[in-house]
T-cell receptor
């Protein structure tokens, strides 16, 4: 079945550091890929998405590129801020109009220190 | 727009009790889903619906029932609560598969 693997946390960085959170997936067909962010005590918010190979999703300084050859969708940001501290989830949705929800990774807790 | 709303925010149940978690959305989305979030497990899909009158099982459906009589509402019923159902429950909706909007969650404790 489908699966998403992302690096375990917590990941602790200093403010203005470069961020990479790795995500790889296993899925049949051509899934859409997503990054969601969860701030403390809140629900998940869509951060960015990519729907086909070589697409780059971007939002709020975060970027991720859909790499079909390596089945990866790594999240990057050039200069993190304290306000980026949150849990980040990589997720996929099967293609072909499938509506059966999302398959999530286990989440990566990011802590940014001033 | 209120988006996706969930009630209650917190609930404590005794083993064997039943209850319904409410979920509503005002965005006219066709797709709705229920997930549970457990430490170290990420989110797992319980049930989902692609429209009024249509529901299907996700990854972890046992012990839960759903129905979808209207586009707006998608309640989740726990038939006989068990401690293993202690979790945070999220409802989500979307216009298209994959890009989902999440509610704030319900934290359920079963003793």
């Amino acid at each position: 079945g489908d699966s998403v693997t992302q690096m375990e946390g917590p990941v602790t960085l200093s403010e203005e550091a470069f961020l990479t959170i790795n995500c790889t997936y296993t899925a049949t067909g051509y899934p859409s890929l997503f990054w969601y962010v969860q701030y403390p005590g809140e629900g998940l918010q869509l951060l960015l998405k990519a729907t086909k190979a070589d697409d780059k999703g971007s939002n709020k300084g975060f970027e991720a590129t859909y790499r079909k050859e390596t089945t990866s969708f790594h999240l990057e940001k050039g200069s993190v801020q304290v306000s980026d501290s949150a849990v980040y989830f990589c997720a996929l949705s099967r293609s072909g109009g499938g509506a059966d929800g999302l398959t999530f990774g286990k989440g990566t807790h990011l802590i940014i220190q001033p | 727009n209120a988006g996706v709303t969930q009630t209650p925010k917190f609930q404590v149940l005794k083993t064997g009790q039943s209850m319904t978690l409410q979920c509503a959305q005002d965005m006219n989305h066709e797709y709705m889903s229920w997930y549970r979030q457990d430490p170290g497990m990420g989110l797992r899909l319980i049930h989902y619906s692609v429209g009024a009158g249509i529901t299907d099982q996700g990854e972890v459906p046992n012990g839960y029932n759903v129905s979808r009589s209207t586009t707006e509402d998608f309640p989740l019923r726990l038939l006989s609560a068990a401690p293993s159902q202690t979790s945070v429950y999220f409802c989500a909706s979307s216009r298209a598969p994959g890009e989902q909007y999440f509610g704030p969650g319900t934290r359920l404790t079963v003793t």
